[in-house]
C-alpha cells in the first residue's frame, strides 16, 4: 500500500471569482507570505489616478528621456509579482501570499492579469504588476531595484492605457509616493460609479499591443519610445 501523497502546490483562488470580485470593487489580501487564507477588501476611500493627471516632474521627463529602461509588457509577470512580495524595511510582511501569487499568474496566464516592466540589459529591475478588464486597470503593487524603476513603468503603464483607450486607473490605496505622482482619494460611492462607466466597453487594443504601436511611432518619428512616454505626459510639477 502506498502512502498517499500530498501536493505543494498552493490552491488557487478562480479566475471567474477573481474578476468578479475586481468588477465589484472589491480585491483579496493576506496576512502573510504563508497565509493559506484571503480576506476581501473594499476601501470606503479609493485611490485612483486620472489618466489626465499624471504628475510629470522634470526630473522624470528627463530620465525617460534617457531611455535608461526597456519598457516590457508581461515580459516575466511571475518575477514581477515575486519582487513585488519581496520583505521590505516599511513592510516586513508582505500582503502577497504564495496563494495570491499562484492565482494572479493563473490569471495573467488566461490574458486577465499584466505587468509592466523596466529592464536593463537583460535584468528586470523595476515594475508594476495589476487586473485588467472592459477599460479598468487595477493596480496591485509595485516594486524597484533601480532608483525610479517604479515611476518609469508606472508612467509607461498611463501612456500605454491612454492609447489603449483604458478609462480607469485603480491605485487601490491613497501613499504619499502615489498622491506625488497624481493620485488621488474618492469615495466609495464615486469610485463604483466610475467603475461602472470605464466598464461599459472594451478598449480599443491591449497594453502589450500599445507597447507594440509605441515602438513603431519612435521608429518613424526617430525617437525613442521614452521620450515619446515624456512627451505624452505633458503636466509638469
Known sequence: MHAPTTSTEPKLIPPEILLLAYRSGVFPMADSRDDEEVFWVEPRKRAILPLDGFRR?????????????TIRVN???????????????????????????????????????????CWQDDA?????????????FCGESMFARTANASKVALAALVVLMRRAGYKLL??????????????????RDDYQVKLAAAASARPICSLAQALEQLRQDSEAASSSPGKLIAQSLTQTS
Open 57 to 69: 516632474s522634470k526630473s522624470l521627463a528627463k530620465l525617460l528621456k534617457q531611455d535608461r529602461f
Open 75 to 117: 515580459g516575466d509577470f511571475g518575477g514581477v509579482i515575486r519582487a513585488c512580495a519581496q520583505p521590505r524595511i516599511d513592510h516586513p510582511e508582505t500582503w502577497i501570499s504564495e496563494v495570491i501569487e499562484a492565482s494572479y499568474c493563473n490569471l495573467n496566464a488566461q490574458g486577465h492579469a499584466h505587468s509592466v516592466e
Open 124 to 136: 528586470l529591475v523595476g515594475g508594476l504588476y495589476g487586473v485588467a478588464f472592459d477599460r479598468v
Open 170 to 187: 485603480d491605485c487601490q490605496f491613497i501613499t504619499d509616493h502615489l498622491a506625488s505622482l497624481g493620485a488621488v482619494e474618492i469615495t
